[in-house]
């Protein structure tokens, strides 16, 4: 068995990696970060541990059995030949309670309208009128859905119960786990959104979820907030956009974009549409889990995965195919 790393190490990962030698002295462990190494490795390579592999280079691994994903998204990789291969694609969760509050946190700031108040104080000038439009708005008591009642959505509905909120959680396939911490769980996208007052989003993005909130589900969203934490390209970022200036949606508070910047050092905007210049909007950079704990934990659950696997010849935390 070769089991091969290719992201890059930290001195955690370093320590990690050096216990997981000992621990299986008879598999061979292989890492680099060389991009000219990488196609030989692949090739022999039974196992892999990396945050991206491409179409051809998984073509290229004949022997590829299992490939470890140290994060959670697994958008970027090139699922249809993963699929037709067999191979197994584990991911790690072990980030969820981290985005939950990081969703939390940008939901009261939305709501409670701190970023706009603690920027007009800094110049001097006080929100303070009895009635108007300078109120901030309370979670108590509202109905809230989350689309995506998987582990960051249910970890999402444990920290809203001290607000009393009632939880509407969507999920395709509804189990007696889930039920546990939803007062309602629905397979009803439209129902959700109608029964909303405040959405949150934690889908990841595949073939059924791109879109899926599309412009015409937007502009009826009249009154709501949207808190998205899962991936951009699930909510139609045109849509999105007209539905905030025009005031249907109440506000919105987006960790997740339609543009990144890769290895760009210049500025890059996060949109093709200017978010940034609407009041009603509070921008986060893609940071819910980058936490030293949550980061570490990630690597802890990658390397337990492959131990699990290991010893087992099973997975942990297996990604389904699902078309």
């Known amino acids: 068995m070769n089991v091969l790393f290719l992201n890059k190490f930290n001195d955690y990962w370093k320590e990690k990696f050096k216990h997981l030698k000992e621990e299986f002295p008879a598999v061979h462990f292989t890492a680099t970060y060389d991009p000219k190494e990488r196609p030989a490795a692949l090739k022999a390579a039974d196992a892999v541990v990396s945050g991206r592999i491409t179409k051809e280079e998984i073509e290229n691994s004949p022997n590829l059995k299992v490939i470890f994903v140290p994060f959670t998204g697994i958008n970027t990789f090139p699922i249809e030949i993963i699929r037709e291969r067999g191979i197994v694609l584990a991911n790690t969760h072990a980030n969820a309670p981290v985005v939950a509050e990081h969703a939390v946190a940008l939901c009261l700031a939305l709501l409670g309208g701190i970023i706009e108040f603690h920027t007009d104080l800094k110049q001097g000038f006080w929100n303070r009128s009895i009635e108007g439009e300078d109120m901030w708005v ?69 073939e059924s979820t791109t879109d899926l909130f599309n412009k015409e589900r937007l502009m009826k969203m009249n009154g709501k907030y949207l808190i998205n934490v899962g991936r951009g390209g699930t909510v ?37 549409k200017p978010f940034w210049e609407l009041h009603n909007v509070v921008l986060s950079p893609h940071k819910s889990s980058h936490t030293v704990k949550a ?29």
């Open 138 to 206: 309370s979670l108590y008591n509202r109905k809230v859905g989350i689309a995506g009642f998987g582990n960051i959505g249910q970890c999402i509905a444990k920290l809203l119960k001290p607000f009393n909120c009632h939880i509407i959680g969507f999920k395709r396939k509804p189990d007696a786990e889930s039920s546990k911490y939803a007062n309602e769980i629905t397979t009803d996208l439209s129902y959700l959104i109608d029964k909303s007052e405040i959405l949150f989003i934690t889908l990841p993005l595949n």
């Open 236 to 272: 139609n970022e045109d849509g999105l956009y007209e539905s905030l200036k025009q005031g249907i949606l109440q506000g919105a508070a987006l960790d997740v974009w339609y543009n990144y910047p890769g290895k760009k050092e210049e500025p890059v905007f996060p949109a093709n």
């Open 295 to 323: 980061i570490n934990a990630m690597i802890d659950d990658t390397f337990e995965n492959i131990r699990i696997y290991l010893k087992t010849g099973t997975r942990g935390n297996m990604v389904k195919h699902s078309h």
